[in-house]
């Protein structure tokens, strides 16, 4: 199988990501923070010795404030739900995914808090910064802005966007599902207020784990109420992080393989995988581009501005079906609406869809080779 569907997770996973969780049932499987067995100890010591590397991946100083969700959904949801929970107004862009619109969406519909949709300008980030500075209103609370667009790889000026927000005394939330791993971002640095990460994407990590770094913690509430192994007797749930946010039972093997991905991250290094990404997606681009019956949606991707996400379609076939052909030809890639209505409604495919090839760091040159010959031969069969 050729695999390019890395937007969605990454595949294969490292070995090392692989051994890790593997080592956590053998050496790993208690439960942390709840016992003071030797294995328990043992595990809660992994558990914070992840919980800090996260933490200074980020750039975030106090490793408290990382806390470990189930996916970046969640993490997201904790950070909308708490800061709409008391009203105020969101700025969000149109290239969010639906993980950001329709937490905003069910707090308007409960009359909690409102938010506007800001135009993104494809390659031109002053144009998008100043977009998101006309709607900033007396009671806007947060800025909220996807670091790339999972569908079209569209970057957002994210550092660009967190000034703008503090010059106006606005939170900053950044969304580093598409671009954690790739893309640097050190929240000292930035001023970024919260960054929800998913595990299981550029991280390299298992399915299953996701990161919500907070620089403003004391914002946060609870959305899970049980267990966290402090405070028993009290039948108030902990005020402080990550106990706060960490009810229950922690995905210690989940924890473990994605401490192993950042690992992998680091040592390869951010800037080299974007570069060996965008070039695979810049030659994958250029042959597609040349197909007379294809379609592509956005401009040649450059680093600076593009992720390394390829959307297209062949003919009159929809994303779907485009899809389809190449999972029969051995292909991974996803086709339809990808989560993500406000980009289609941007970019006019929330009828047709699109086709989404996503390179991952894993991806050759090899396989970007054998993908275009496949695509080529579908083109000509339609």
Do not use: W
């Amino acid at each position: 199988m050729l695999y390019f569907d890395n937007a969605a997770t990454t595949f294969p996973k490292p070995a090392s990501v692989r051994k890790a969780v593997e080592e956590a049932f053998y050496c790993f499987g208690a439960n942390p923070g709840r016992s003071g067995h030797k294995m328990g100890m043992e595990t809660a010591k992994k558990v914070f010795e992840a919980r800090k590397k996260a933490a200074d991946f980020f750039g975030l100083s106090e490793s408290e404030n990382l806390v470990f969700t189930k996916n970046c959904t969640e993490a997201l949801n904790i950070v909308l739900m708490s800061i709409g929970s008391e009203g105020g107004h969101f700025i969000i862009s149109d290239l969010e995914h639906n993980s950001v619109l329709r937490p905003l969406f069910e707090l308007k519909k409960l009359g909690k808090a409102d938010f506007s949709v800001a135009e993104v300008f494809e390659s031109e980030p002053e144009k998008t910064v100043e977009s998101f500075r006309k709607l900033i209103r007396s009671d806007t609370k947060m800025i909220v802005a996807t670091g790339s667009s999972n569908v079209f790889g569209i970057k957002l000026p994210i550092k660009m966007l967190a000034k703008l927000a503090h010059e106006n005394g606005i939170l900053f939330l950044a969304d580093m599902a598409q671009t954690a791993g790739s893309e640097h971002m050190d929240m000292e640095k930035t001023g970024v207020d919260f960054i929800c990460a998913p595990g299981h994407k550029g991280l390299l990590g298992p399915m299953g784990t996701g990161i919500l770094a907070a620089k403003r913690p004391e914002l946060l509430k609870p959305h899970l109420f049980g267990g966290t192994g402090s405070y028993s007797l009290l039948p108030n749930q902990p005020e402080d992080l990550p106990e706060m946010l960490e009810s229950g039972t922690l995905n210690v093997p989940g924890i473990c393989g994605l401490f192993a991905g950042i690992e992998k991250v680091v040592s390869e290094g951010e800037d080299k995988i974007s570069e060996r990404e965008i070039g695979l997606a810049q030659k994958l681009y250029s042959e597609i581009s040349k197909i007379k019956n294809a379609t592509l949606f956005t401009g040649f991707p450059e680093k600076e501005t593009h992720s390394a996400v390829v959307s297209f379609v062949l003919g009159d076939l929809s994303g779907e079906k485009t899809a389809e052909k190449l999972s029969e030809k051995g292909v991974a890639s996803r086709g339809g609406f990808h989560c993500s209505a406000l980009a289609h409604q941007k970019m006019n495919t929330e009828k047709r869809g699109t086709c989404r090839l996503s390179i991952g760091p894993l991806n050759t040159e090899e396989e970007i080779l054998k993908l275009i010959g496949i695509i080529h031969g579908i083109s000509k069969n339609i």
